[in-house]
């Protein structure tokens, strides 16, 4: 094993931050696995840091001095990939105007990365398991077998072994690259190191644009490590230099740093909800508008199923009522039908009349989505989006006894902007 002054070396001179013993480890391993041609297989989140491993690998290797190519094989087409890797011949293809090298023939005698192999295609997975096994490929449109030494680093973000269960990855190259496997944590397993991550990030934006560094109080250095960084080193760089560009004062404690970070339903990168008019708010409210047309539009449904009940049975009874109960929930004064006082006959105040002694066969050739909507000319003012919205908070509030968080969760928008549309519509 490696001692802590060789893995701090190694730390400084390929720029990795943090004490974390889950990171220390996995720089102890790739040490190890350095001086060997072992094939290397990391896994770990995006945003990691995987391809700072692929580098150490390389450097502390007896192949440092050759070439070292770092290649996304999510971001090669399908169609193109076999020749990006392994090269083609002249006229093997559309397009194809001259003979072309390939990533593992440039490469000899130095290390390929390829990162997120999960997404290589199949057919491009069977080459890659020859030259590993072998040393041998092909290039595309020719049929002679040229020779190659070079050592692959592979990386993912996907669990294989589940890739391997759907038919997604071949499972014999799974076990080819996973010679020697080093996990990388994700920065909600790293502890302090995320603080320490923040200050570097900070201290790099002053010097580049000559400002004061940050600073965080000791509630916001807790709120930090709280956070679980879905997004990890990447999203963590944005967040301190978002907050570095923006905010004026150089302390920021944890109320502050809070605006930067994203709300637990929401997975995305961070994005700053500081300002109350900003595209984040816009996009909230948009959402809360979808969810208000989806409900009235369900709500319309199901006032079809009624009338068409309705007219089925003659009248409106009891039983239909308390069938259809959600479509009164709203209503302030409760509504109860007594089918004793009133009879068979049609209810007071119903906006459309219906014939009791329809006929049955009438009927039969009904279709709930045939039925056209009907709307009284005084019901027009209902379909307000603003009037439905109020209706969505003040029911959203009644629901969890006014508790603010719960009922924003519940309406699938954030706590600021439900706070602002309570102001908004004078919600007492």
Same mark, same amino acid.
């Given at each position: 094993m490696f001692s802590a002054s060789e893995i701090q070396s190694v730390k400084q001179r390929f720029g990795i931050i943090g004490n974390s013993p889950l990171l220390n480890h996995a720089i102890s391993v790739a040490m190890q696995a350095s001086p060997t041609d072992m094939t290397v297989l990391i896994t770990g989140e995006s945003g990691s840091g995987?391809?700072?491993?692929?580098?150490?690998?390389?450097?502390?290797?007896?192949r440092k001095h050759g070439k070292f190519i770092a290649i996304n094989c999510g971001a090669i087409p399908e169609g193109t990939i076999d020749s990006e890797l392994f090269g083609h011949e002249k006229g093997s293809f559309t397009g194809a105007h001259e003979a072309r090298k390939g990533y593992f023939e440039v490469t000899d005698g130095g290390s390929i990365f390829l990162d997120e192999i999960g997404e290589m295609p199949l057919g491009t997975q069977a080459r890659l398991l020859r030259v590993l096994e072998n040393g041998e490929f092909i290039k595309v449109g020719s049929s002679k077998v040229l020779k190659t030494n070079v050592r692959v680093i592979a990386a993912t973000n996907v669990n294989l072994i589940k890739a391997v269960e759907k038919g997604k990855f071949r499972e014999d190259l799974y076990y080819r690259l996973n010679t020697v496997p080093i996990y990388v944590p994700p920065l909600r397993e790293r502890g302090e190191d995320v603080v320490l991550l923040f200050r570097k990030f900070t201290s790099d934006f002053s010097e580049k644009y000559n400002v004061k560094p940050i600073s965080l109080t000791d509630d916001a250095k807790k709120l930090l490590m709280r956070f679980p960084f879905p997004g990890n080193i990447r999203q963590l760089k944005?967040?301190?230099e978002q907050v570095s560009l923006l905010e004026k004062e150089r302390e920021v404690d944890g109320p502050t740093l809070s605006k930067y970070l994203p709300t637990?339903?929401?997975?995305?990168?961070?994005?700053?909800?500081?300002?109350?008019?900003?595209?984040?708010?816009?996009?909230?409210?948009?959402?809360? %508008? /979808?969810?208000?047309?989806?409900?009235?539009?369900? $709500?319309?449904?199901?006032?079809?199923?009624?009338?068409?009940e309705t007219y089925q049975s003659g009248?409106?009874?009891?039983?239909?009522?308390?069938?259809h109960q959600t479509l009164f929930e709203d209503i302030e004064s409760p509504v109860t039908f007594e089918e004793e006082?009133?009879?068979?006959?049609?209810?007071?105040?119903?906006?459309?009349?219906l014939d009791p002694q329809a006929k049955k066969e009438e009927l039969e050739d009904y279709d709930d989505d045939n039925i056209e909507d009907i709307i009284h000319e005084e019901d027009d003012n209902s379909l307000s989006l603003e009037k439905k919205e109020k209706e969505m908070i003040l029911k959203a509030l009644r629901k969890h006894n006014n508790k603010r968080k719960y009922a924003a969760s519940d309406l699938g928008i954030s706590e600021r902007? %439900? /706070?602002?549309?309570?102001?908004?519509?004078?919600? $007492?």
């Open positions: 995987k391809e700072s491993f692929s580098k150490i690998i390389h450097a502390l290797s007896t944005n967040i301190a637990e339903q929401s997975r995305l990168p961070a994005v700053f909800t500081g300002s109350s008019t900003g595209e984040s708010s816009d996009f909230t409210e948009r959402e809360l %508008l /979808y969810k208000v047309l989806f409900d009235m539009k369900k $709500d319309m449904n199901e006032l079809k199923k009624l009338v068409l009248g409106l009874n009891a039983n239909i009522i308390n069938k006082s009133r009879g068979p006959s049609t209810p007071v105040n119903m906006p459309i009349v902007t %439900l /706070y602002r549309k309570i102001k908004q519509y004078d919600i $007492d």
